[in-house]
C-alpha cells in the first residue's frame, strides 16, 4: 500500500480546485492525518495562484482550509524534503545528519517537527509492517483478537485509575457510557 511503502504523495489543492475537485472535497487532510507521506506543491503556478510565492500560498491555504497546526505544515515540509531530488548535503542541512536513518532521527530543530510526533508515525507505520507480515503469515485474525482483549484490558486500568482517584465522581453527560 501507499501507507506501508510510504510512497510520496504531492498534492495541489488549489490547482486540483479548479481544475476538478473542490478544495473542501480535497483527500490531502484525510490522507495526512493518516500517515500517508503527503507534500504540497504547485501546478500551474501562473494559472492558479494569486501570490508571487505560489508554494507559501498553497501551504496558507491548506493550513486555514484543513485546520492544519504549525506541527502539521512542519511535518507536511519535512515530507517534501525527503521526497525531494534535493542533493544529500541539502537534505543533511535541513533534516539533520541521521535522516536516512528514518523519521524519528531526523533534527527536531532543523525540522520543527517534535518528536512525539515523529514516534508517533513510525511506532504506527511499524505495527502496520507487522500486522501485514502477521497476515500474510495467516496469523492475522488471532493476533487482531489478542489485540482486542489487550486494548479493553488497557482501557478498564486506565478507566479505574481515574475512578480511584475521585474522593467522589462528578457527573458529566457521558457517565452512563463507562
Not at 82 to 103: I, P
Not at 109 to 128: D, M, N, S, Y
Amino acid at each position: 500500500t501507499l501507507f506501508c511503502l510510504q510512497v510520496g504523495l504531492s498534492l495541489s489543492p488549489l490547482s486540483n480546485n479548479f481544475l476538478f475537485r473542490k478544495i473542501g472535497h480535497s483527500p490531502f487532510p484525510k490522507l495526512f492525518r493518516r500517515g500517508l507521506n503527503v507534500a504540497l506543491s504547485t501546478d500551474d503556478p501562473l494559472l492558479f495562484h494569486m501570490s508571487d510565492d505560489a508554494l507559501l500560498e498553497e501551504y496558507s491555504v491548506a493550513r486555514a482550509t484543513f485546520d492544519l497546526s504549525m506541527t502539521d505544515v512542519s511535518e507536511i515540509a519535512r515530507n517534501s524534503i525527503l521526497q525531494s531530488g534535493f542533493e544529500e548535503d541539502l537534505k543533511k542541512q535541513w533534516l539533520g545528519a541521521d535522516y536516512r536513518r528514518g523519521v524519528t532521527f531526523c533534527d527536531e530543530t532543523l525540522t520543527h517537527v517534535p518528536l512525539i510526533r515523529a514516534k508517533f508515525r513510525a511506532e504506527h507505520l511499524a505495527i502496520e509492517h507487522m500486522l501485514v507480515h502477521l497476515m500474510a503469515a495467516g496469523k492475522g485474525a488471532a493476533v487482531l483478537n489478542e489485540m482486542k482483549v489487550q486494548f479493553s484490558h488497557a482501557r478498564d486500568a486506565h478507566r479505574q485509575v481515574l475512578w480511584d482517584n475521585f474522593d467522589e465522581v462528578p457527573s458529566f453527560p457521558e457517565q452512563g457510557q463507562l
